[in-house]
């Protein structure tokens, strides 16, 4: 049927530049056609222009990858029943669901049959968690320049292929020195290029509902983290380690490569929409030209100005970010929360065992946290579109002190529950918040680079936390010291964050406007 609107010979011609041969485009036609026929199915004249219009693509010569994916979204902009920014932040967050394939969960599930077969000790498998924090902390300023150098697009894309080839590529390691650089190489996406790539999408696709769109990123994260952890546990048991790890990589190829390749656009501006489904006024949109549109405070649109040169939100360069006191607040309050929050995600598994809760109620519960942590993203992402975001940090570092209080308090089954659930609560925010808040106060031009400078600041918490946590508990016998470290911490953040006020340019245009 779909050959009457020559669809195979025009697929064929855009995708003969891009990565993918025209044919592996075939998967996606049914998923396609399904939403049309859903969407105009009492209107077979509806139906008709709307394949034609998908599939009926005149040749164009030279079609780059950037451009043939542009030309396939301006294609489906106007197909769907709601704002195609919402499409590109769904296949963004393919990405963030593969990046928890190498996530520490996993490598638990997976560190006592290692040192089983391997013959390899604990310590030497969990430092392999380290030297991927330590590559990622030099690596995250180069992710940064890339994504707004060559856009966010071709980084996910090629981050998530070599991801799965490194999972993959793990069967095989059965020396320390190859286990370390596939592994390290995985968590650098885990880091890196995964979250700040596709927090950057959905912040350039969104403005006034930012907080909603990262929140949905990082809920995919988080369901990521179940689903892997999962199917670690279950393939290893019955198929061994080396299946385990090609699984894990091919779950990763299968549902992560194609949502970005074909869907996402960098900006709205690409494909001529303007972020949030902003409507221009009398017929603006059909015209060339940019159209500048004018927030409110409080985010409301309201009124399209004129049609200019363009003018952003207000925007940033990374000289000038990191001349703000602002941006330097950010880079501590990631050092301090990270340092808190990995250190307890680290030891939570062998701090519940201590206190009496066995292995399978201790993974339920690690279980939990992440089930908790898909909730809340949404949550926050919600709450941070409605308050201002310094106050919705603050809130998550009293939550995080509130959530390390209780864990020194907790005891029996139902504590240790409970405990979990403030630290998914914790994990959502620190992942969320400060990635708006980059967004919100430093604009869409230049976000890469500064989110990946930031991002040092997290990366060296987590390098350095579990560690330190570590030597601690040699030196105290048990946990509870460096709990009540981390409660004073988190106090003292929940105060100087409210001191990151959003920077202010000299002789800048008026905040709220953009492109």
């Known amino acids: 049927m779909l050959g009457c609107f020559g669809a195979p010979h025009y ?41 034609s219009r998908i599939f009926d693509l005149r040749p164009t010569p030279s079609l780059d990858g950037k451009a043939a994916s542009m030309l396939l979204a301006s294609r489906l902009k106007d197909t769907f029943p709601f704002y195609y920014g919402w499409i590109v932040v769904g296949a963004s967050s393919t990405v963030v669901f593969a990046r928890m394939a190498p996530a520490i969960t996993t490598l638990t599930v997976l560190i006592f049959p290692m040192s089983q077969q391997l013959g390899w000790s604990r310590t030497l498998v969990a430092g392999s968690v380290s030297a ?19 856009g966010a697009r071709p980084v996910l894309v090629v981050s998530v292929v070599g991801l799965g080839l490194a999972l993959v590529s793990l069967a095989w390691a059965t020396v320390p020195l190859t286990f370390y650089l596939a592994f390290a190489a995985a968590r650098v996406v885990f880091h890196t290029s ?21 929140g949905m990123i990082f809920l995919f994260g988080a369901i990521g983290g179940i689903v892997f952890t999962m199917l670690a546990s279950l393939v290893v048991e019955s198929h061994g380690l080396k299946a385990t790890w090609i699984a894990i990589g091919l779950v ?16 709205p501006e690409d494909i001529g929409l303007l972020p949030d489904g902003v409507e221009p006024v009398d017929g603006m949109a059909k015209s060339s030209g940019p159209v500048v549109v004018r927030f409110s405070p409080t985010g409301e649109q309201a009124a399209v100005v004129s049609k200019v040169q363009a003018v952003d939100e207000e925007s940033w360069t990374l000289g000038e970010a990191v001349g703000t006191r602002t941006f330097w607040i950010l880079v501590s309050m990631g050092f301090t929360s990270f340092f808190v929050h ?11 065992r201590d206190i009496g809760l066995g292995a399978t109620a201790s993974a339920l519960a690690v279980s939990l946290s992440w089930t908790v942590s898909a909730v809340f993203s949404v949550t ?28 020194i308090l907790a005891s029996g089954t ?26 919100n106060y430093f604009g869409r031009s230049s976000l890469g ?55 202010v340019k000299k002789a800048a245009l008026p905040a709220g406007q953009y492109v």
């Open 11 to 51: 697929i064929n011609h855009l995708f003969l530049s891009s990565i993918l041969p025209w044919q592996c485009l075939n998967v996606f036609k049914p998923g396609i056609c399904v939403s049309l026929l859903g969407r105009h199915s009492r209107d077979p004249f509806q139906l008709w222009c709307g394949l």
């Open 132 to 150: 991927g924090a330590i590559a990622s902390l030099v690596l995250s300023p180069v992710v940064g320049w890339a994504i707004d150098r060559y």
């Open 194 to 214: 995964a979250p700040i790539g596709a927090s950057t999408v959905a912040a350039r696709w969104f403005i006034r509902k930012r907080g909603r769109a990262i």
């Open 252 to 267: 990763v190829l299968v549902f992560s490569v194609a949502p970005p390749l074909l869907l996402v656009a960098e900006r």
């Open 342 to 352: 990995t250190s307890i995600g680290v030891h939570m598994g062998a701090y519940f």
């Open 380 to 407: 926050w992402g919600w709450v941070t579109d409605r308050i201002d975001v310094r106050y919705a940090y603050s809130g998550m570092f009293l939550v995080q002190a509130g959530s390390t209080l209780y864990l």
């Open 414 to 439: 139902l504590g240790v529950f409970v405990a979990a659930g403030f630290f998914g609560i914790v994990s959502a925010g620190s992942n969320v918040v400060p990635s708006v808040m980059y967004a």
């Open 449 to 503: 680079r500064i989110r990946g400078l930031g991002e040092v600041g997290v990366l060296f918490g987590q390098a350095t936390g579990p560690v330190i946590a570590g030597i601690l508990f040699e030196i105290q016998g048990g946990y509870s010291m460096i709990f009540w470290v981390f409660v004073g911490l988190a106090l003292v953040c929940s105060l100087v964050v409210l001191k990151a006020k959003a920077p």
